[in-house]
């Protein structure tokens, strides 16, 4: 233990020390990840992996549908749109069988959801809370936004990832908007508890009353018996743990380094770590989106990628649709699937939360995962970001003095 809490107090300190892979073995591994992110593993849970919208949203609707005391949801876009009032009249018929609905949005996120949604929801009996609404004595509040996306119903069951509630996360094609490709994962078993116990905290913080009479929760898997990490990132402590917590996981990889990211803009650190680890010989990969709802992000995003590609490191384009996931895995056993994406927003002011699962079956599901978004991305080469076109490598060069920021 001695030497897990030396290694931590070095990490944090920014003196990155050498890892001698030989001697951190697995139980190590996860006492130091559990100083640095600053809270335990929970054992005892079952675990899912959701890729896409479709069996996504049917998971969480079916879910819901099942709620016997409590569902509680926390998003960062909640629209109005088809999905949004499927899951809105799912709630209001729930409420109407005595099932309490406990609901929060971000103020920002859910600008455009118009106010006859909310009526509808209210007037159904849902208990509706905003997140950082605009208020004038204190506008810088404005800047933090709740950037999760959580679901926790009976305390039993709980959903993250990175689907908000929108036709675009479901998998709709309208218009020129086809289905994204998103992943999230359902969670049963003691972290549910733990991440009912997280939203609840958020609800204080938005001004709702005290919840009262709590479900119990579900107790230990005994068939699974996952080990999960709870990611909840809202104070300045937090959001650093969670940081440090990113950048250790690049730093002790002894194989691999596979990343799938929404938004890639990285801190001076997080690219450091990155580019150490590609120099010893990890295998560094980064699927990134081919196609994109935010394209000055992604001109900042290749402004990193000749100094990446010329330290070994690879870098895809997904292709079919566009990528809204946000996977990290390592060493095909360390897993994190959450909210948060590699850019200053989500590590610096957003709240976000996910989970980390260390767990080599878990790994193995990962891993085909990846190498199934490999195989429909192209990728990225030094002749092609030569062949970059003038005016978006002008105009990522720009923002990226604003990279603080995005």
Known sequence: MEGVQT???????????????????????????????????????????LKDGVSAFEVVFRAIDAAERMACLEFYIFR??????????????????????????DHFGSLSTTDRFWRFLKTAGVEIRP????????????????????????????????????DEYHGFRKKKVGGWRDTGVMVQGPAAAFMLKKFLESWKECGGARIHDLPAGAGR???????VLPLFSSSRKSIRSLRQLLQFSVHAAKKSVHLTMAYFIPSWKFL?????????????????????????????????????LREGAQIYHYQPRVLHAKTLVFDGIWNIVGSANLDARSLNYNYECGVGILDRELGNEMEEMFCQDLKDSTPITEEDQSRWPLHERALGTFFSWFRSYL
């Open 80 to 105: 109005d749109d088809q999905t949004g009032w499927e899951l809105a009249e799912l709630l209001a018929r729930k409420r109407r069988e005595g099932v309490r609905i406990y609901l929060i949005y």
């Open 272 to 308: 450091k770590v990155l580019l150490k680890a590609a120099r010893r010989g990890v295998d560094v990969k980064i699927i990134l989106p081919g196609q994109t709802d935010l394209r000055i992000v992604a001109y900042v995003s290749r402004t990193y990628y000749k100094t990446l």
């Open 7 to 49: 290694f931590h107090r070095l990490f944090i300190s920014g003196k990155s020390p050498a890892i001698n892979h030989q001697i951190m073995d697995e139980n190590s591994f996860r006492q130091t990840l559990e100083k640095v992110a600053q809270t335990s593993f929970l054992s005892g849970n079952s675990i899912q992996v």
């Open 131 to 166: 997140f950082h609404p605009p208020r004038l004595m204190n506008p810088n509040m404005y800047f933090h936004r709740n950037h999760r996306k959580l679901v926790v119903v009976d305390g039993r069951v709980a959903f993250t990832g990175g689907l908000n509630v929108g």
């Open 221 to 227: 898997n005994q068939e699974q018996d996952k080990a």
